[in-house]
C-alpha cells in the first residue's frame, strides 16, 4: 500500500529563515510520482511541483527547492528566506498507479508553515 | 473557464437531506477526480472519471455517496440522507489526462447539522 508521511505538523519561523518541510513516502510500484500542494488561509489546493521517480534531479523554481532521494524515500521541500505569504498547510501527495492507468494521489496528513514578520 | 469550478462554496444541510455537490472541470480537460478532506488532513480519494465513464469509485464511502458526469464535463458528487460524518471540504480536480497534473478547485465546505 502507499504511504506518505509528513512527521512535522506544525513549523513556525520568523521571516526570512530557511525552512525544510520532511516527506517519506512508501510505494510497491516502480514507476510513480510525487508532489507538493500548498494550501493558504483561503482553502484553496495550489499544486507546486510534480516529480518523475525516475528523475532524481533536485529542482528549484525561485526561493523553493525540492529534494528527492530515493535511497531513503523522501522528497523534502525547501523555501528559502521565508515570507509571511509562504505561510500554509502543505502537502505531499504520491500517485498510485492503478491497472486503468489512472493515478489516484495519496496524500499526507500536511504540514502548517507559520512565518511571522 | 480558466480553473476547477465548485459549487456552492459552502453548504448546510440538515441530517438526512440529501445535497448535490457541482463540479465544473477546466475547459478540454477529460479527466475527473473527487476528493474529500476532514479537518486537519489530507484529501483522500474518493471517485475519478474519464471523459463520461467512471472508471474507479472506490474511495466512496457507502452507497450514500454517487458521482455522474453526463457529457464528459460537469460532474455532480450526490450524498443521500446526509450524516454529520459527512461533514468536510468536498475537493474536485481536473487534468488533461490520467498522466499528468492535477488541479483542484476551491472546494465546497458541507457542514451537516
Known amino acids: 500500500a502507499q504511504k506518505v508521511t509528513q512527521a512535522q505538523t506544525e513549523i513556525s519561523v520568523v521571516e526570512k529563515e530557511d525552512v525544510t518541510l520532511d516527506c517519506v513516502y512508501e510505494?510497491?510500484?516502480?514507476?510513480?510520482?510525487l508532489f507538493w500542494y500548498k494550501q493558504p488561509p483561503s482553502g484553496e489546493l495550489v499544486f507546486l511541483i510534480r516529480?518523475?521517480?525516475?528523475?532524481?534531479q533536485n529542482e528549484i523554481s525561485g526561493r523553493y527547492s525540492w529534494n528527492f532521494q530515493k535511497s531513503t524515500s523522501s522528497f523534502n521541500f525547501t523555501i528559502t528566506a521565508s515570507q509571511v505569504v509562504d505561510s500554509a498547510v502543505y502537502f505531499c501527495?504520491?500517485?498510485?498507479?492503478?491497472?486503468?492507468?489512472?493515478?489516484?494521489?495519496?496524500f499526507g496528513t500536511g504540514t502548517r508553515l507559520l512565518v511571522s514578520p | 473557464g480558466a480553473g476547477v469550478s465548485q459549487s456552492p462554496r459552502y453548504k448546510v444541510t440538515k441530517r438526512g437531506q440529501d445535497v448535490a455537490l457541482r463540479c465544473d472541470p477546466i475547459?478540454?480537460?477529460?479527466?475527473l477526480y473527487w476528493y474529500r478532506q476532514a479537518l486537519g488532513q489530507g484529501p483522500e480519494f474518493l471517485t475519478y472519471?474519464?471523459?463520461?465513464?467512471?472508471?474507479?469509485k472506490s474511495g466512496l464511502p457507502n452507497d450514500r455517496f454517487s458521482a455522474e458526469r453526463p457529457e464528459g464535463s460537469i460532474s455532480t458528487l450526490t450524498i443521500q440522507r446526509t450524516e454529520q460524518r459527512d461533514s468536510a471540504m468536498y475537493r474536485c480536480?481536473?487534468?488533461?489526462?490520467?498522466?499528468?497534473?492535477?488541479?483542484f478547485g476551491q472546494g465546497t465546505r458541507l457542514t451537516v447539522v
Open positions: 472519471f474519464n471523459y463520461e465513464a467512471q472508471q474507479d
Open positions: 510505494t510497491r510500484d516502480t514507476t510513480y510520482y
Open positions: 480536480a481536473s487534468s488533461s489526462d490520467t498522466k499528468t497534473e492535477a488541479f
Open positions: 475547459s478540454g480537460h477529460v479527466s
Open positions: 501527495a504520491l500517485s498510485a498507479l492503478l491497472n486503468t492507468g489512472f493515478q489516484k494521489l495519496v
Open positions: 516529480r518523475n521517480s525516475f528523475d532524481e
